[in-house]
């Protein structure tokens, strides 16, 4: 007689604190405290890749606001969200079903995610030369017709969020035993990308289903409020899956992996994912704060040795979003769903 299945949800999965890092001190400007800073930074991203940071600056208003915008967006029919439909620029909607990271090196993903989002990003300027040119990714957002608050408070997060990304500049850099200044060129025209995202609750969630597979972020630095409903599992640097647990109050913050391929993995781009949520729709608004998008990195010299060598050539994050997004998301083209596959 077969057993019955087993909820993904119901495995045994230790529960473990994320390591908690006060920004208090340093924001004010207190003797001291960028050096005390970046020896606790150091420490983390060498290890985990994944901690959370208090005394921030960001309000718990605006953050419950930009809740709200989520939640708001999300109760638009289909029909008002598929008129600003994700285009090429990884700019709009992002129905359900749509991504699956068959590049990961995680695990195995046979399961289109259950996610839907909302992306946003930096908006260029018209007279911009590469918005002239075409390029992709330089663009303009689109935003929903219905919801004319919607387009204001996500710009108001967004660029809160990335003014304390900017302020960590010599953070991350002093960590690397850099000058404090040294990222602050390939910031020039930084490149900011929101993930405003639902989880639709789903009654039983099998093997290898997720909301949002197994994956590491693309860029410099990730900052995400902890949802509501839980979901998110982190894999520590032993090869163990936990459920992170976060201080009220407290804003994740982990490493992408364009800053680590720069670091020669030095600083860990932590691998996470998301199971689908039971009982209530899941709602999360993930900021990646990253360098300007023709910002090319090369193995920082802290970071390599005749004993340590360059792992990988230098390139350009525009290069490497590029990369990621035609592996991960099927609008592109160049990915299929696995029912898609099994047709042909």
């Known amino acids: 007689?077969?057993?019955?299945?087993?909820?993904?949800?119901?495995?045994?999965?230790?529960?473990?604190?994320?390591?908690?890092?006060?920004?208090?001190?340093?924001?004010?400007?207190?003797?001291?405290?960028?050096?005390?800073?970046?020896?606790?930074w150091r420490e983390v991203c060498e290890k985990l890749g994944f901690l959370c940071v208090i005394n921030h600056g960001i309000s718990d208003?605006?953050?419950?606001?930009?809740?709200?915008?989520?939640r708001a967006f999300h109760a638009l029919?289909?029909?008002?969200?598929?008129?600003?439909?994700?285009?090429?620029?990884q700019r709009g909607y992002v129905p359900s079903r749509a991504t699956i990271l068959k590049h990961s090196s995680y695990e195995t993903h046979t399961k289109l995610d259950s996610v839907e989002c909302m992306v946003v990003a930096t908006d260029y300027a018209e007279d911009h030369p590469e918005v002239l040119a075409g390029k992709q990714f330089y663009s303009r957002n689109r935003w929903p017709e219905k919801l004319p608050s919607f387009q204001t408070t996500v710009e108001k997060y967004m660029s809160t969020v990335q003014s304390l990304g900017l302020k960590l500049l010599p953070v991350w850099a002093k960590s690397l035993e850099l000058p404090e200044n040294f990222f602050l060129p390939y910031f020039?025209?930084?490149?900011?990308?929101?993930?405003?995202?639902?989880?639709?609750k789903t009654a039983f969630v099998e093997h290898q289903e997720f909301g949002l597979g197994a994956h590491a972020d693309t860029g410099f630095m990730t900052f995400l409020p902890p949802a509501?409903?839980?979901?998110?599992?982190?894999?520590?640097?032993?090869?163990?899956?936990?459920?992170p647990v976060v201080p009220e109050g407290a804003i994740i913050v982990n490493t992408g992996l364009f800053l680590s391929r720069w670091t020669n993995?030095?600083?860990?781009?932590?691998?996470?994912?998301?199971?689908?949520?039971?009982?209530?729709?899941?709602?999360?608004?993930?900021?990646?704060?990253?360098?300007?998008?023709d910002a090319v990195a090369s193995c920082l010299p802290t970071c390599q040795s005749t004993d340590n060598p360059p792992l990988y050539p230098e390139?350009?994050?525009?290069?490497?979003?590029?990369?990621?997004?035609?592996?991960?998301?099927?609008?592109?083209?160049?990915?299929?769903?696995p029912e898609d596959e099994a047709a042909a």
């Open 188 to 200: 020039e025209e930084p490149y900011s990308y929101f993930r405003i995202a639902k989880y639709p």
């Open 228 to 243: 509501l409903e839980q979901g998110l599992q982190v894999l520590d640097e032993h090869s163990q899956w936990f459920w």
């Open 77 to 89: 029919d289909d029909e008002e969200k598929l008129k600003i439909k994700v285009t090429d620029h």
């Open 315 to 337: 390139q350009s994050y525009w290069s490497y979003f590029q990369w990621y997004m035609k592996n991960t998301y099927t609008h592109y083209g160049s990915i299929t769903a």
């Open 1 to 40: 007689m077969n057993s019955p299945a087993i909820d993904a949800r119901d495995a045994e999965m230790p529960r473990r604190a994320l390591p908690v890092i006060d920004l208090g001190p340093y924001l004010r400007g207190d003797p001291g405290a960028l050096e005390q800073l970046s020896a606790e």
């Open 265 to 293: 993995n030095r600083f860990r781009a932590t691998p996470h994912r998301v199971l689908p949520p039971k009982n209530n729709d899941r709602y999360s608004f993930a900021c990646f704060i990253n360098t300007s998008l």
């Open 61 to 70: 208003a605006l953050i419950a606001e930009m809740e709200a915008a989520t």
